[in-house]
Nanobody, 121 residues
């Protein structure tokens, strides 16, 4: 079974930085696109950034210029470097990955458990 495990969340002051990590484990043939989402209190889950298996990257307008998504395929890990953090970035951050577990099989979406990011002075 495939699992995504996140780490790196915490409390940071406005203007500060955090780096989130999400590592996939289990029986994995390949990982396709990986992405980060976030959900603030009282809000729906929103897409933040994504990176394809080929390294193509897209960001939500709200984080452009501040966040950087990257991946380490050897470690089956996706990262989200968050700089110049603002209070409005406060949310639970979730990673998502499309993972193929069998040769010729389907790609299934998996979600991490979420990690809390709080930006407050």
């Amino acid at each position: 079974q495939v699992q995504l495990v996140e780490s790196g969340g915490g409390l940071v002051q406005p203007g500060g930085s955090l780096r989130l990590s999400c590592a996939a484990s289990g029986t994995i043939v390949s990982i396709n696109a990986m992405a980060w989402y976030r959900q603030a209190p009282g809000k729906q889950r929103a897409w933040v950034a994504s990176i394809t298996s080929g390294g193509e990257i897209n960001y939500a307008d709200s984080v452009k210029g501040r966040f950087t998504i990257s991946r380490d395929n050897a470690k089956n890990t996706v990262y989200l470097q968050m700089n110049s953090l603002k209070p409005e970035d406060t949310a639970v951050y979730y990673c998502n990955a499309g993972i193929t577990r069998n040769y010729g099989g389907n790609s299934w979406n998996y979600w991490g458990q979420g990690t809390q990011v709080t930006v407050s002075s």
